[in-house]
């Protein structure tokens, strides 16, 4: 009996492997047909409406990209965008307290303190020139970062913008693990570090599909 279901199984180990062959090829073909791929894409797609506004698809390649050299969660990148301008979407991004761009530096911040201007909250005196200069950037101690290689950092533009948070983020201890601290050290309000990780944890917890919803997008593209 025992020889019985030995043989029994060798037996069905072929069948098996051609069964799950052909469903394999079967499930290929399947994935072609438009009705699968629109029923797929709107699946990817409805991960936007776990969220207050959606994140801009072209935005998220951006935070990848910076997470890849300063090691700063992307999706943290993301949820300060959120906070700080609404995805850019705000009327102006100069603050009333001087803050610019789309990650709302203080310019002290981003040119360096060591600016003889800068003093008090860091709006100091600079001029726009030298806000974007690499060599007042390295002089004076600033977070700036020239993320596209047009050889100026501008706070306006949004790769360098967001290059430039994340290289702040990371010296403040986000790279090694340091969120709260982090977050705290950008903007010195424990409502603003409420604000911004629960849009980390929101995002991070989906980040998965936010990745498939860009490469859907590509493909589509």
Known sequence: MQKFKMGLIILLIPTAIIVYVFLFFVW???KELPIVQQFTQEEVVTVQSFFDMPIPEAYIPIYMAAEAEYNVP??????????????STMKTLLSPAGAEGHMQFMPCTF????HPTCKDLGK???????????????????????????????????????????????HSGAATGDIEGAVFHYNHSDKYVRDVLHFYHLYSEHKDELVALVSATKEEG
């Open 111 to 114: 040119v360096g303190w060591q």
């Open 124 to 170: 100091g005196a600079i001029p726009p020139d030298e806000l974007k200069s690499l060599a007042a950037i390295e002089k004076y101690g600033g977070y700036g970062v020239d993320a596209n290689g047009d050889g100026i950092a501008d706070p306006y533009d949004i790769e360098d913008a967001i290059f430039s948070a994340a290289n702040y983020l990371a």
């Open 28 to 30: 290929q073909g399947l």
């Open 74 to 87: 992307w999706t943290l990148l993301a949820a300060h965008h959120r906070i700080e301008t609404r995805f």
